[in-house]
């Protein structure tokens, strides 16, 4: 039976940056401590019939008041590829801490895909601790709760079809509802796992980002990670610089802006390694 699951681009848009070290970005100690700068993305899954942005990040605003390097608008940027925000249709919300939803004004006809316990958690008795609660902006949570009035908040309760070929997955750890995106590309399956992993490192020591609601979850969902991408090159990290070195640009344009994560790999440590066979 021929495979009827459609394919689809895959960007990543680098938005904003900030100067970092591996002590900062590795919860158990590191013996060799040096820089790790973080980069800051939102992604875009495009075909010919539908384009799907994953998390909206955030304004030059919200990058003076956390000392965050902005470097250009994420929504304007969608423009580079053909995608204008006020059009958008759907949007996956992977969490709701201020580097993933500070964009919602700019995308007025989406609806937003987001785990039923990020609502919960955000909004509940776990703001009251400082440690968990920093990473989120209270402007941003009371712009999603007009959204959800104006009902265009789709719930999901672990995992849902967001179209063929593209599915969320709850994993939580980092925040009690964090999800991540699988999406059919014409490389075989890939996964956006925006902040389960930040960075290649955390997977592949492993050794979790510090800023965490649950060790137990955010290794459970490393094994999630796994089983759902085809290969090792398929794991797309959430704020790793690397992502922009391991995939070419999507135009001459865009260097440095836009990676195409559906094209191969030009630079892989070792070599890059071969994928599965591809599923339906």
Known sequence: MPNTIPEYEVYAIKYARRDSTRKQNLLFADPHDGPMPIDYYVWVIANNERSIVVDVGFDAAEAQTRGRQHLRCPAETLGQIGIQSGDVKDVIL????????????????????????????????????????QAYTVSHVQALIGV?????????????????????????????????????????????????????????????????????????????????????THIIPGHDPLVMERFPFASASSKGAIARLDAEP???????????????
């Not at 030009?266 to 339906?280: E, H, Q, R, V, Y």
């Open 94 to 133: 992977t969490h709701i801490h201020y580097d993933h939803c500070g964009n919602l004004d700019r995308f007025p006809q989406a609806r937003f895909f987001l785990q039923d316990r990020e609502m919960a958690f955000a909004t509940g008795r776990n703001m009251l601790h400082d440690i968990l609660r």
């Open 266 to 280: 030009i630079d892989w440590p070792g070599g890059i390694p071969p994928a599965s066979k591809l599923t339906t």
């Open 148 to 232: 959800v009035y104006d009902k265009r908040v789709v719930f999901v309760d672990q995992t849902s079809e967001v179209a063929p070929g593209v599915t969320v997955h709850h994993v939580g750890g980092h925040t009690d509802g964090l999800q991540i995106v699988r999406v059919r590309t014409r490389r075989g399956w890939m996964v956006l796992t925006s902040d389960a992993a930040h960075f290649y490192d955390n997977m592949d020591l492993p050794n979790p980002y510090p800023l965490l609601y649950s060790v137990g979850d955010i290794l459970r969902g490393f094994d999630t990670v796994r089983t759902l991408a085809d290969s090792p």
